[in-house]
């Protein structure tokens, strides 16, 4: 079966860190593009962080940038989102995707991540999400 489940969620106080992961199953994603995405109580979902395989392009929203970190492990089939110094505006449902085209790029990898068509024109595969919530 092809999947991808996410995990690492949880509650952190305002400046700790969590790392998620998104295992993948029924498919091998050394060479698929990864992406990892967020949703807030009331408002659309958004790109946090976007890799591209074929040549390593890696994107990271403004609001993120400097504190998460997206990578993979090929040998566990698993993609990571390393979170620091996380925000009260940090709190939603993050959810990882996958797309098997190579594209390469930063142009590309944007358009991706936030660009207006980014769910319908990119990412075959959706994970069912994560819970963060950052609070004292």
């Known amino acids: 079966q092809v999947q991808l489940v996410e995990s690492g969620g949880g509650l952190v106080q305002p400046g700790g860190s969590l790392t998620l992961s998104c295992a993948a199953s029924g498919f091998t994603l050394a060479y698929h593009a990864i992406g990892w995405f967020r949703q807030a109580p009331g408002k659309e979902r958004e790109g946090v962080s976007c890799s591209d395989s074929s040549d390593g392009s890696t994107y990271y929203a403004d609001s993120v940038k400097g504190r998460f970190t997206i990578s993979r492990d090929k040998a566990k089939n698993t993609v990571y989102l390393q979170m620091n110094s996380l925000k009260a505006e940090d709190t939603a449902v993050y959810y990882c995707?996958?797309?098997?085209?190579?594209?390469?790029?930063?142009?590309?990898?944007?358009?991706?991540?936030?660009?207006?068509?980014?769910?319908?024109?990119?990412?075959?595969?959706w994970g069912q999400g994560t819970q963060v919530t950052v609070s004292s």
């Open positions: 995707a996958t797309d098997p085209i190579p594209r390469g790029g930063m142009a590309e990898v944007q358009a991706m991540c936030v660009g207006e068509s980014r769910e319908s024109d990119y990412w075959e595969q």
